[in-house]
């Protein structure tokens, strides 16, 4: 394949607007030389390093010193309405503010088109005013006059403003006399940096800053010259094309799987990651990102690739190059046979070291399609990677890395002479931001490395560090929820500041091992300090240090939430640590609660009566219901109960040893008397007077009726589900008449009767006995109709499901065809009483459907089951007249009280759960759907005309002449009705049917 190397015209070409540039130093003798570069996203300062290369040898992260010429933006409505909305004194007309902002978006509209009419405009010396963008942060650099330099204190300050200002307009004038304003600036050209408003040249400090030595400082004072090298050209930079500096993905189209690279046992390798979701292309990773770089015989030079071009693909995250070397692994692969001929070496893919060839990093692209070989490549295009120097094909292998693993996912890449059609590689852009937001995360982990490291080693942190680290933590709080802020923005409260966390950048702070370093940083002080102790950071010495803790776990939080792989993660690495410091006011306590909960396979895992005792101590000191919270969300997750934890929250909590932690009712002169102990003291307060304290502002009688609410809810789900344990203690504690009590207590606050409510349904009506039942049952077998009319008041759901097998409504309704003929006496007449409790003898569900069992044993069954479901609707007959009375209530319905939805909820809640025990009969359950529906339609008073009494029975006269119970409801209502009556008329025949009914038996 002929190929060409690009040459480099920067020595004939003028600067235009869009062009993309470096500008270096040439110090001579003592001065400084090296690029203008950045500190990376974590730092808005202008530096040279030295150190780093310079135009024959550029910089290892040359993106870091390249800028974007773009003209001159205005900005005075956009000042005016950042002037307006920082304004802390008064609040502004918001109609007023409104005008302002449209003006901002306006001129910023108009600044762009400006910048797009004006591209490919030759840049004058004096004459053309232009703005220069950092490419790698898209942020602008700007001269802040009012702030002195950081080294030399009679400089101004240079930095970096992602918002812009007139302060970044600048001028380019000539170093020597051979140019004149007015004339064109030439690539190579020699120039002085001057701000329009400061009217300060830039220059390079001699001095070092601080925190890096190896870098000087950038300010505007006296004047240094800059020569300008060409990066990329305005006419190459196509959005369309693949150049130089763009960041793609390589992913494989036949595997479907992304070119990677990662560590694996102590060192970085490359390979093909096998990903388990149903579209891979959404498989992406941070560690599958590759920036190109199209070779040129100017190092400093790059421009739009071509098919004939020579390129180097540069692993975004670690910096090192994409190569290809001899492989030794003797394992087999069929590909690999197939490919290699008859060579006996072997290539696969790696990447570069310190040791490694220039040349052994050079690739070519071939097209999957005819094309010409001087035409650019298009982005998004398929590819053929060429290894230049060893002339092998690269292609996929099944050889794994990871063989260790239980499922390899790391898969080989191999380098062969022949050529595969099929070994093809998509080339996917990767959005600028989504670059940011990496190159964000990777400067960050290295920064907070660098002052971990520093401190591990028993240096001490100097104030610019303990301010920089405790911003850097700041910023990474707002990027992970998404919310980032400039330096000339107002900045929020990031311990208090809430939002939804970003998934991509959840992933982002795991790969990058950002979560790895702040680990570190809260690992450091107990163990570079032997003295020091978690409880010292309650000492004001230590402020910053209690405050930089905070923000870690706020990080650490927000990185975890809804994510299930970061959860693991955290909790199998640096749970232990979080643990040892519960309780010291840092969040750690607030961080694993939120990292476990509805977590259950971390529950299982990680939680142990310890942790479970660590809440309850710190419980016994702060007494904050938090904790109650906490203790209460280990039992349950996303709706199921995890019994282990259950069974441990319950023998931890319920102990004797710890019921000073807990609140208890007493009946004291027909008054409930609420019991707690508070710091060894025993205190007690009936709780109508804590009520009406809280109602008057008393600050300790709403936090105890708060806490008491919380203990509540952690009593529901130590219950949940049916868990004995809590329920058999827990019923003492609370009895049924006490809770019910409570719950229709009207001077109670709504939050602490939906409180009872909730325990009304989990401790003493969801236990055995009961069965849930199907409430309605609209399709059933021929042989379950009974041959009788049934009246709605006499059916009765839970007959249908208290036996198993399908037969049972054929032997019930057998039942009641017998008992029809027994002259007139009731079932429970016929039952003899010494076989009350007789055990239900199994259905035989394989004979003929004629085949009916003895109707005096059917008859025994039902009783048995109507004995028991008697016994219980008494002991709720209280509680459900309570529901239907509180549903009854106009003021249920409005919903404009927070509170009291809270009480309805949990008051509809205990309604289903007595429809599905079969509490109700078909009756009372039409009545209650339409007191449902009358108060969802705001029409309670109508439903309340007719009281909940039993319907009339429903016959085949009454249906045929459309008449059903209940006719003067609404029209949802009936339309409700009707679907039942519908059910009624399939479910049972009438009597002039029951002669068909035995004709098709036969």
Known sequence: ????????????????????????????????????????????????????????????KFRDSLFKIVPMHRYSAQEQFRKATATARSMPDVVILQKLQAAADQERSRSDEETTKQMGTPVLYHNTVIQLVHVKSNKYLTVQKRLPALVERRAMRISL???????????LTPVYKL???????????????????????????????????????????????????????????????????????????EQEKFLTCDKHEGSLRV?????????????????????????????CRSGAGHWNNLYRFKHLATGHYLAAEVDHDSTLDPVRQKLKGQMDTVYHLTVDDNNTETWLTIFELEATTIQQTDQTVPKNSYVRLRHVRTKSWVHATSIPIDKDAEKPVMHKVGAAPTREDKEAFALMAVPPQEVRDLDFANDAAKAIKTIATKIESGQQATANEKKYIIRLIEDLIFFVIGKETSQSTQRPSALTEEGEPDRDRQKLVREQEVLKEIFHLLRIPLKVQPTFQMADLADKRYDAMHYLFCLCYRVIQHSQSNYRKNQEEIANKYLSLMQSQIGFEVRAEDTIAALVRNNSKLLEKHIHKKEIQTFVDLLRKSREKKFLTYIGDLCVSKGMAIQRVQAMVCEVVLKDSNADVLMTLSVENEEIVLHWTEMGVAHSKSQMQLADGAKTGNEDDTKNLDYFTAQLQLFCNMCFNRQYLAILKIKEMLPIDIVLQCTEN?????????????????????????????????????????????SVSEYSPWLETGMSGSSFMHEVGAALVSSKGSSGTSLECQMPPDEDDAPMSPTNTEGSDDVLRDPAQCRREKFKQTKHKEAEKARILKTMEFVEQYLALPSVWSFEDKEQNLLTYEVVCLARMMVYFGFYNFSKLLQLTRVLLSGLDNKIGIAMMSPLSPTPAMTRRTIDAGKGPGEEGSALGKLVQAAATSFFTHAYASEDDKESKKTAKE
């Open 271 to 299: 390979f093909l990651r096998t990903s388990g979701r149903i579209k891979r292309t959404d498989a992406t990773s941070s560690k599958a990102m590759w920036e190109v770089e199209v070779v040129n015989h100017d190092p």
């Open 1 to 60: 394949m002929a190929f060409k190397v690009e040459v480099s015209e920067s020595r004939c070409s003028y600067l235009h607007v869009g062009d993309i540039v470096s500008f270096f130093a040439e110090g001579s003798g003592t001065s400084v030389s090296g690029f203008i570069s950045t500190l990376g996203l974590v730092d808005d300062r202008v530096v040279v390093k030295p150190d780093e290369g310079d135009l024959d040898n550029p910089p290892a």
């Open 179 to 253: 140019r004149s304003p007015g004339d064109s600036v030439v690539i190579g050209d020699k120039v002085i940096l001057m701000p329009v408003n400061a009217q300060q040249p830039f220059h390079v400090s001699e001095y070092s800053l601080p925190d890096h030595p190896n870098c000087k400082e950038v300010n505007a004072g006296e004047c240094s010259s800059w020569k300008i090298s060409l990066f990329m050209d305005n006419k190459e930079d196509n959005p369309e094309v693949l150049k130089g500096g763009d960041v793609v993905r390589l992913f494989h189209s």
């Open 746 to 790: 009207k001077a109670l606050p709504f939050s602490l009767r939906a409180g009872f409510s909730h325990i009304m349904q989990c401790v003493h009506l969801d236990i055995n006995p009961q069965e849930t039942v199907n409430p309605v049952g609209y399709s059933r077998l021929w042989s379950q109709i009974p041959d009788s009319t049934t």
């Open 161 to 171: 403003d992602n918002q812009g200002s007139e302060a970044a307009w600048f001028i």
